[in-house]
């Protein structure tokens, strides 16, 4: 193998100092015709082979990408037709520049692939199944997005003995937890005609767990235009996310990480040293700014130099309460909390 590696290099490099870029500089548009021809009809070949051999629209995308440019033994051919005086070098050098640059374009046809073509694949397939139907819309709240976030909701509201509509836009996961009894409808909650249908003119609450940021802001522009007196509870990946969010309408935000980063953050000081009062008091200091802050910040989110002075000062102004808090209750006999931390 180490052999093997060292031979095929050196085969490269002396096929890379073979190859005549002055003559890309001379004749550039006839060399890239012939680049784009040679990509092109290897796609459209491997594109009706891959269909031929039964390849579903996501493993043909990538077969046909992965291959389509020119193959290493291609410069075999070309050495051994200059040797044997098949082919005159007029025409083997710029054929060897073809296969050179097909061979360079392939990171950028991989980029292609996932970016632009997979995408569109995804999106076709996920047409191909229609939404569901919602005959009888259920209880006082619709929950959007059934994954980890949104199934910890539901169950708790289902378990509390509140009835709730479900949508979620995953074909996949509706069909997933359907396997363990969940009464899900597959549909995109973006679509107000969906909502309407899900009885969204009667309900109190629109819980919003989905993890796709600019649908969950396209929702609630829809939502709040049409009926502006429902709730919303939305969940935000982030500090700006949930900023945005807040600024589009929505009533209510939690973000993914920020009550367990909190708790953990409790945690660390009482391991510092902090006595459990402390720690506490601590923690809800800093939730008690921090949703002031994240109110300040949702005004100004469309001005980004606002945005980061307010961020600053807010940060700083959390400093100074929590030290003045700490200073004020160092006196403070909290034992009593010590035996429960």
Not at 31 to 50: N, T
Not at 248 to 266: C, K, Q, V
């Amino acid at each position: 193998e180490p052999f093997k590696g060292l031979l095929l290099a050196l085969f490269f490099i002396s096929v890379g100092a073979s190859i005549d870029f002055a003559l890309l500089m001379e004749n550039p548009w006839p060399i890239l015709a012939m680049v784009g021809g040679l990509v092109l009809v290897k796609l459209v070949v491997l594109l009706i082979l891959g269909k031929a051999f039964g390849l579903s629209s996501r493993s043909n995308a990538i077969f046909t990408f992965s291959l389509a440019q020119a193959g290493e033994f291609a410069f075999v051919l070309f050495s051994f037709a200059a040797a044997r005086d098949v082919l005159p070098a007029y025409i083997i050098d710029p054929l060897t520049l073809v296969v050179a640059l097909s061979m360079a374009l392939t990171p950028l046809l991989f980029v292609i692939n996932e970016r632009l073509v997979l995408p569109r694949l995804r999106g076709a397939k996920a047409l191909e199944r229609a939404h569901d139907a919602i005959k009888e819309p259920e209880g006082k709240a619709i929950l959007v997005g059934f994954g980890r976030f949104g199934q910890i909701v539901g169950r708790l509201l289902r378990m509390n003995g509140f009835e709730i509509t479900v949508l979620e836009h995953d074909a996949a996961q509706v069909d997933l937890v359907r396997n363990f009894g969940h009464k899900v409808y597959y549909g995109d909650a973006a679509r107000m005609d969906l909502l309407e249908t899900a009885g969204i003119e009667d309900v109190d609450l629109l819980v919003l767990a989905i993890d796709d940021h600019q649908r969950m802001l396209k929702t609630i522009h829809q939502v709040k235009r049409h009926h502006p007196d429902i709730k919303i509870l939305a969940r935000a990946a982030g500090r700006r996310e949930a900023a945005e969010l807040l600024h589009a309408g929505a009533d209510h935000i939690e973000r993914e990480t920020f009550d367990s980063a909190l708790s953990m953050g409790r945690k660390a000081l009482s391991l510092m040293g902090f006595r459990a009062y402390q720690a506490q008091r601590a923690a809800q200091l800093f939730k008690h700014h921090d949703k002031k802050s994240l109110f300040a910040l949702s005004e100004v989110i469309e001005d980004d130099k606002k945005y980061l002075t307010v961020a600053k000062q807010h940060a700083t102004d959390l400093e100074k309460v929590l030290k003045s808090d700490d200073q004020a209750n160092t006196e403070l006999d909290d034992r009593g909390w010590d035996s429960g931390s």
